[in-house]
C-alpha cells in the first residue's frame, strides 16, 4: 500500500497504472473507517485493477465549524485497516491547501433541482462543497470507477448528476447501505453517540421497516406519523424530517408510488443521523 498527499503524485501513479491496461477503481472517503466503506472497498476490487481510496475531511461541506472540528480523525487506525484490507491501494490523504490552494475561487456548480430538497433544504451549501470536493477528486482519479454508497442516496443522485455533466470519463456506481446487527446503518459519526443514544438509535432503522411495510396499505401520511411517534417515544431522538421520495429525481410524494424511497435525519442529541430505504 503507497499512502500519497500530493495531486501530481496522483497523476503520475494513476497515468503509469492505466498505461500498462489497468482499470482504476476509486473510492472518497472522509476517513474514520467502518465497514460499511469496506464495503465500497470490496465493490471497487472486484470491478477494477487498481484501487484509490481518498481520505479527506472536507471542510466546504460541514455547515458549521463545530461539526468540522468534532468530525473523528484518525489517519492511522485508517492506514492499519487499509493495509489489511486493501494491501495494494494507493491512498490518497492531502492536507486542506493541497485541495483548497488560498484564494482560489470557488465554482458554483448545476445540481439541477437535486440539492432543493432533504439535505440539501437543512444544510445550505453542503452539496456545493460535496460537488467542489469531488470535482476536484475525479479530474485526479478518472477515467475510473467511482463507487459511492447509498447511504447518502441523495449525495450519490447528485454525484451521478454531476458526473454526467463534468466528468463524463467517471462510472458512477451506488453500493447498498451496510448495518450494524440491530440495524443502524453504518457511520463515522455513531462513534460520537454516547452509550445511551448508541442503545436508543436501532429504533430509526426498525421504525423504517415499519413504514415500508404498512405504506401502502395505510399511506404516506399515516405512516409518517407513526414514524415520528414510534422514533420519538423515548423522549432522546428528535426527528428532523422523514418522507417519501421519487428514486429518480428526489422530488417528493404525497400518495404512494413504486420506484420511491423513504427518506430521514434523525438527532440523537447532538449527533445527526440520516437514513434511507427503499420503498419498491
Ligand atoms: P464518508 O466517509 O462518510 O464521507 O463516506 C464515504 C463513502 O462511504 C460515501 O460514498 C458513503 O455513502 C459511503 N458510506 C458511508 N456509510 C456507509 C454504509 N453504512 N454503507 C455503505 N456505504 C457507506
Not at 500530493?6 to 497515468?15: A, P, Q
Not at 482504476?24 to 476490487?45: C, K, N, Q, W, Y
Amino acid at each position: 500500500m503507497i499512502v500519497i498527499s500530493k495531486k501530481t503524485e496522483v497523476h503520475t501513479v494513476l497515468d503509469k497504472k492505466r498505461q500498462s491496461g489497468s482499470a482504476i477503481g476509486f473510492v472518497p472517503t472522509m476517513g474514520a473507517l467502518h465497514d460499511g466503506h469496506l464495503s465500497l472497498i470490496r465493490e471497487a476490487m472486484r470491478a477494477t485493477d487498481e484501487l484509490l481510496v481518498s481520505i479527506f475531511v472536507n471542510p466546504t461541506q460541514f455547515n458549521s465549524s463545530a461539526d468540522l472540528d468534532k468530525y473523528p480523525r484518525q489517519l492511522e487506525n485508517d492506514l492499519l485497516l487499509l493495509k489489511s484490507a486493501a494491501p495494494h491501494a494507493m491512498v490518497f490523504a492531502p492536507e486542506v491547501e493541497e485541495m483548497y490552494p488560498p484564494k482560489e475561487v470557488r465554482k458554483a456548480y448545476d445540481l439541477g433541482e437535486l440539492d432543493a430538497v432533504m439535505e440539501g433544504a437543512r444544510r445550505p451549501g453542503h452539496f456545493q462543497g460535496v460537488a467542489a470536493i469531488v470535482d476536484k477528486l475525479f479530474q485526479l482519479s478518472g477515467p475510473c470507477k467511482a463507487f459511492f454508497g447509498e447511504k447518502d442516496f441523495q449525495q450519490l443522485a447528485i454525484i451521478r448528476h454531476m458526473a454526467a455533466q463534468y466528468h463524463p470519463n467517471v462510472d458512477v456506481y451506488g453500493v447498498p447501505t451496510r448495518r450494524e446487527s440491530d440495524g443502524l446503518a453504518m457511520s463515522s459519526r455513531n462513534m460520537l453517540l454516547t452509550p445511551v443514544f448508541r442503545a436508543e438509535a436501532p429504533v430509526i432503522y426498525q421504525s423504517m421497516l415499519r413504514f415500508a411495510r404498512n405504506v401502502r396499505q395505510e399511506g404516506i401520511e399515516t405512516c409518517l406519523k407513526e414514524f415520528v411517534a414510534s422514533v420519538e417515544k423515548n423522549g432522546l431522538l428528535k426527528v428532523e424530517y422523514a418522507e417519501v421520495a421519487r428514486n429518480k429525481d428526489l422530488k417528493p410524494v404525497k400518495e404512494f408510488e413504486d420506484d420511491t424511497r423513504f427518506f430521514t435525519a434523525v438527532f440523537a442529541g447532538d449527533v445527526r443521523l440520516i437514513d434511507n430505504v427503499s420503498l419498491s
